[in-house]
């Protein structure tokens, strides 16, 4: 079993820059791929950034390309989210996920884990 605790969202302005963290138990981490997703209110969960298990495969999303950059620390069993240039459309509720793949993915459906979420506002 896998626990994913995330941290690091809050209100912002638009232009400013957060950094989301997520930090899994276990001993395991180094065979886990990672997400970031997204969700919006009456939006369907997206995804923003995932991570390949050594970090050489990274996808973006191509509202977020230049913008986010996803890192891994695998000694410290993290992920990172680096936002930069935050704008309203950016507001949403954001999840750290980990699935038992070294690939990295897109499909929330073949995540095996899930953080509990932490709300990012951003203001006009």
């Known amino acids: 079993q896998v626990q994913l605790v995330e941290s690091g969202g809050g209100l912002v302005q638009a232009g400013d820059s957060l950094r989301l963290s997520c930090t899994a138990s276990g001993r395991t981490f180094v065979t886990l791929s990672m997400g970031w997703f997204r969700q919006a209110p009456g939006k369907e969960r997206e995804c923003v950034s995932a991570?390949?298990?050594?970090?050489?495969?990274?996808y973006y999303a191509d509202s977020v390309k230049g913008r986010f950059a996803m890192s891994r620390d695998n000694a410290k069993n993290s992920v990172y989210l680096q936002m930069n240039n935050l704008q309203p459309e950016d507001t949403a509720v954001y999840f750290c996920?980990?699935?038992?793949?070294?690939?990295?993915?897109?499909?929330?459906?073949?995540?095996?884990?899930w953080g509990q979420g932490t709300q990012v506002t951003v203001s006009a």
């Open positions: 996920a980990a699935r038992y793949n070294v690939y990295r993915s897109t499909d929330s459906n073949s995540y095996d884990f």
């Open positions: 991570v390949s298990w050594n970090g050489g495969s990274t």
